[in-house]
């Protein structure tokens, strides 16, 4: 879907403009998205695969749920709204922990210029997958890996992406650092 998001520096200042998110993905101009990291109390990471139709990254399991943030929306709702959207998972603000912003700039085959500041969020899944009602035009399945998954992809098919290999030992340390999972 083509959102109208707002417009960053590469510093992730606002613009005060806005644009298109094709538009944005066109020209590489730096947006914010969030990412949300949903990990269970028995050390499993919850990832979903992306449905074959989606521009990047077409069928890999990958981050629980990840959005852009639409223009004017707080962060907090947008990490809600995209939660809700791709998984039917209504959650609170209090759910949400923050674990950092990062820097993504990436350069895709087919032309799009990912140049993002990902709002980075850690939350508690409690409930079952059976519950979970996902998204078909976003998200084609949704399943739990062991946490280390996040450390250890170089065996799995298809699972995460190497390149980002940093990045997913962060959320592993962050959600062991912060105790919460057991």
């Not at 998110?21 to 949903?38: D, M, P």
Request: aromatic share 8%; with cysteine; net charge negative.
């Amino acid at each position: 879907m083509d959102e109208l998001i707002d417009i960053l520096t590469p510093e992730g200042k606002p613009t005060g403009k806005t644009a298109l998110k094709s538009e944005a993905h066109k020209h590489g101009w730096f947006h914010a998205t969030v990412h949300i990291w949903l990990f269970t109390s028995d050390e499993k990471i919850m990832l979903q695969k992306r449905a074959k139709t989606k521009k990047v990254f077409p069928g890999l399991w990958d981050i629980s749920v990840a959005g852009h943030i639409a223009a004017g929306e707080s962060i907090i709702e947008a990490a809600k709204r995209e939660v809700f959207e791709e998984l039917g998972l209504s959650i609170s603000d209090k759910e949400l922990i923050k674990i950092g912003t990062r820097v993504h700039k990436v350069s895709h085959a087919n032309g799009i210029q990912d140049n993002e500041h990902h709002q980075v969020f850690i939350c508690e899944l409690k409930q079952p997958l059976e519950d979970l009602s996902i998204q078909k035009e976003e998200v084609e399945a949704v399943a739990l890996f062991d946490l280390a998954v996040l450390k250890n992809t170089k065996n799995l098919e298809n699972v995460l992406l190497p390149r980002f290999h940093d990045y997913y030992c962060s959320v592993y340390d962050k959600i062991y650092a912060l105790g919460l999972s057991k």
